[in-house]
């Protein structure tokens, strides 16, 4: 069946690296997405990988995708209180329907 | 402004009241969806179209229609709400299912079904 899976809870200091994991099962994936929500707000896309790719840098994020694993992980450098929020990984199958993981509750302390 | 607009964003009702929330898209997108998002399980993919009078069955389809008839709506329909359907909503639109950099999400529509 198709599922993406999350960790609920990451916490780091402000200024190290957060890195967010991702698995999912469906190999007929054309995009894997990663969607930043905030407290009482809607999702907004923060970077998207093509399923032949392996590594996608923008700015402070990093994604890398391991197609043979199904593993997709979100890097932020850096890491700042208003990253604090959570993260939605979510891959779009070639029928159209976007499959989502949980969500990763990242807390950055000062 | 380029948006998605939801109505209504409360809504508290009773078991069995057929009720619709409304979506809206002012961008001539083709592809459009509705989540809902729960605590520890993070956003459901209800329905999703991608064009006029084209709808499938996303992840939680049982006990909700959609229809569209116009490229820039999609109601949500709960024929006989019960509690389990409480939740927030999301409506959701992009350019195609393929470009969903261009999605956007509109502002949520929170639902108590007593």
């Known amino acids: 069946g198709e599922d993406v899976e999350q960790s609920l809870f990451l916490s780091v200091r402000e200024g190290d690296s957060s890195v967010i994991n991702c698995t999912y099962t469906?190999?007929?994936?054309?995009?894997l997405y990663w969607y930043k929500q905030e407290p009482g707000a809607g999702l907004q896309l923060l970077t998207y990988i093509f399923s032949n790719m392996d590594m996608k840098q923008d700015q402070r994020l990093t994604v890398l995708l391991n197609k043979k694993d199904k593993h997709l992980s979100l890097r932020i450098a850096d890491t700042q209180t208003g990253d604090s929020a959570i993260y939605f990984c979510a891959e779009i199958l070639n029928t159209g329907k976007l499959i989502f993981g949980q969500g990763t509750t990242l807390q950055v302390k000062p | 402004e380029a948006q998605v607009t939801q109505n209504p964003r409360y809504l508290i009702t009773v078991t069995g009241k057929k009720l619709t929330v409304t979506c809206s898209q002012n961008m001539n997108h083709e592809y459009m969806s509705w989540y809902r998002q729960d605590p520890g399980l993070g956003l459901r993919q209800i329905y999703y179209s991608m064009n006029v009078e084209v709808t499938d069955k996303g992840d939680v389809p049982e006990g909700y229609k959609v229809s569209r008839k116009e490229k820039r709506n999609f109601p949500l329909i709960l024929e006989s709400p019960s509690p389990n359907q409480t939740s927030l909503y999301f409506c959701?639109?992009?350019?195609?299912?393929?470009?969903?950099?261009?999605?956007?999400f509109g502002p949520g529509t929170r639902l108590l079904v007593l």
């Open positions: 469906d190999s007929s994936s054309t995009y």
């Open positions: 959701a639109s992009s350019l195609s299912a393929g470009a969903l950099e261009t999605q956007y």
